[in-house]
């Protein structure tokens, strides 16, 4: 490859000072706008469906890079959060309904199912934080997946001695030797998954787009609100068995803080780590309960993001109001975005101004449902509460499954030409 091959895009550079400069809380020429996209690329343009893409990302490479190509965003968005449909079927999945698999419509969404059976027990919390790998094996995984019930049998725990070599036995039964081998198989799936989802990355890269984020990570909470425990079984345990989701959470704060630092560790090209945050928000928990369940954890995350000099970015999923002055208290200045979703925009710009970046404040459903000119006035409105000073990212309220491409227009046109400091 020649070096002028080698040479990034203008328009990459141009667009990661935008960024950058923006997450510093700096002023910028304009206001960066690209908003979450997930399945908009393949509805909005028909090539493909959502059943085919978790089978293959690579059928919706030309539909990504289409979006991109007419709508010019500053940042890339590829299909990497579309759910890995083929390994998924492959496992036998328990926990999740998909297009192809329990639904009919080829170009529907997931559905988590809340299965009682598939959850931990409140006595099992202390198992899991002596022994999270074990119980993860033993215990979860052949309850969300069929074709890993094998794995009950295996127990590795005392395979450092020769008479603990009786503990590989189990290695020789059919019904670990099925699982293994669907993991074996799983694997060759994702594997591939991976490199297509890549390849449309690096295509956009090449186009000049820097990628939006690079890696997702869950609050150590949520690891057992969303699919450990469940939602209304965590809820309650805050209350009845509060050491002991502690003392777990504790231990999945150390394992998400170890798999961050090796996802920086295993690519050079890892510059921006999602949180998506399910249920810290204000109509689930007070305050005190997320000075002590939820923030802890997080921070921990967000600061091993920013030693390893990566971008965090606090994905807030509802109302903030009641907890945003400790986000703003407790951030390093010019580090991290947080986005919000329908948070008091006047008060998150007054408690985040020069300090923390601030993400979203455009209403989606109107990308969907309202006319141009509602977008038009709806992103000037956001500009002039949340763009003053800088340090402001321009998003919708929701991730854009399905909007009227001239709304889309009319939103990135806004963006371009309008900035009040």
Known sequence: MSEQNMQPNPKFLERMKLYEDTVACRRTEKVLAAPMVMYLPILMYGETTIQEAMQDYSKAESSFIRYHQEFQPDLAWGPQSIYPGAALELLDCQY????????????????????????????????????????????????????????????????????????????????????????????????????????????????????ATDAAVSAP???????????????????????????????????QVR?????????????????????????????????????????????????EGGIPRIFLEDKYDDKMDIIANELPAGKCIVNIINCNRERTKELFAGKICIQGGVDGILLQHGSPEDVVKNVKEAIDILAPGGGYFLDTSVSLDVAKPENLHALFETAQNYIKY
């Open 96 to 211: 999740l309904r998909w297009p192809g698999k329990q639904i009919e419509n080829p170009n529907a969404g997931f559905q988590v199912v809340d299965r009682e059976d598939g959850y931990m027990t409140p006595e099992e919390y202390l198992e899991y934080a002596e022994d999270p790998t074990g119980f993860i094996m033993r215990k979860i995984l052949p309850r969300h997946f069929g074709a890993l019930k094998g794995l009950e049998m295996v127990d590795l725990s005392n395979a450092v001695w020769q008479g603990g070599l009786y503990s590989m036995i189990p290695m020789s039964l059919p019904p670990v030797k099925a699982a293994l081998e669907a993991m074996s198989q799983a694997g060759e799936r994702m594997l591939k998954m991976d490199q297509d989802g890549g390849k449309i990355m690096g295509a956009l890269v090449g186009m000049g787009f820097p990628s």
């Open 259 to 307: 798999e961050i630092k090796n996802t920086f560790r295993r690519s050079p090209f890892v510059k921006t780590v999602t949180f998506f945050c399910h249920n810290g928000f204000d109509m689930f928990m007070s305050r005190e309960q997320f000075q002590t369940f939820y923030w802890p954890g997080l921070k921990k995350c967000v600061e091993a993001v920013i030693e």
């Open 221 to 255: 909470f949520d690891l057992f609100n969303d699919v450990l425990r469940g939602f209304m079984n965590t809820t309650m345990d805050m209350v009845e068995y509060p050491d002991e989701l502690l003392a777990a959470i504790e231990t999945s704060t150390k394992m």
